[in-house]
């Protein structure tokens, strides 16, 4: 669904596939999660945000840009980022 | 061009699944940072798991190889790198990194520590700096900053910190750079390096203890005190052209050393060798 909105944005503002959105895939292991809220503070699109129980959930996951900052930050290893090709956006 | 695809979920294929995760430290802590970048570390030098050897002592710090796959000593408090020495002299050719936290590095085994890199026997030694005894509850330890509170200084801490770089470059170590937690990727390409050097690497990670240093002097939380790192750390580039006052509470990251030096495992073998020979002469003679 969030997919087909990004094929919209790149069709009707004719983005570069390179900037298209989102460029990533967040996967979150919540039995994992402390909910430290580091991926929250520093995630430079806000992608990320804390639930209810104070684990991380995924909010606006169109906004991810793959820059991994949240991977690599994690003390939990809860958190990892798969890159999306632009051939998956587009079809 | 399409970028390259950057592997994801490497450390799955370095962790002990058998062990209960999620692991024990504190929720934000920097040690599971550092513990991410060395495995990073390891895979991207396409090391087998068995060439690798990871030894801590006693500490937060010190849980670190309970959790990873490769060959792991947890030994008694200060003494990680009396073990690891013990462990280069059987096994030359093992990739064998010690893990220690300040206390550890520097307090309990700082005789270890600086003899060590006198020595310049090839570890490479990882010191996670938290300013603190966290374990315990918040002691001051060897590089709290002065004028910090802590659990056993109420009014204030009055001591001078060891400036764990400065130490080793000092004690003679043939490689020696710090980074921070936040510079994350910049920490994992230092302990790359450094598992590469032949002889003493040590590789300063500067974290924090949000919950026992951290709480006594309203640092804040864990996403603040990383903003800390970040904003109070400078290159050594940077820092070559600031005054002493500048740099006063900065970190500064950088290479301090690297240099060729020779190793120490090396020349006990050509010591070996030299006595067999002379051992054998005498058996011909007589």
Redesign the interface.
Known sequence: MDELAAVEIIERKKVHPKHRLPRGHVTIFPNWCKGCGLCVEFCPTGVLKQGADGRVIVAHPEKCTACRWCELHCPDFAIFVTDVEPEEVVQ | M?RQ??E??V??RY?RHSKK???I?????????V??AIIRAVDGLQLDKDDVAMISGIGCTGRMPVYVDFNTMHTTHGRALAFATGLKMVRPEMKVIVVMGDGDALAIGGNHFIHAARRNIGLTAIVVNNLTYGMTGGQYSPTTPIGALATTAPYGHIEQPFPIAELAVAAGAAFVARST??H??ELEKYIARAINVEGFAVVEAVSYCHTTLGRLNRWG???EM??RLKENSVTLKQAESMSEEEKRGKIVRGIFVEQEIPEYTRLYDRIIERAQQRTSLQVETA
């Not at chain 2, 430290?25 to 940072?33: D, F, K, L, T």
Request: charged share 25%; glycine share 12%.
């Open positions: 399409r695809r950057r994801s979920r450390h799955e962790l995760f999620p692991n430290w504190c929720a934000g802590c920097g040690i599971g940072i513990l991410g937690v936040y994350v990727r939380t864990a996403p990383m903003r």
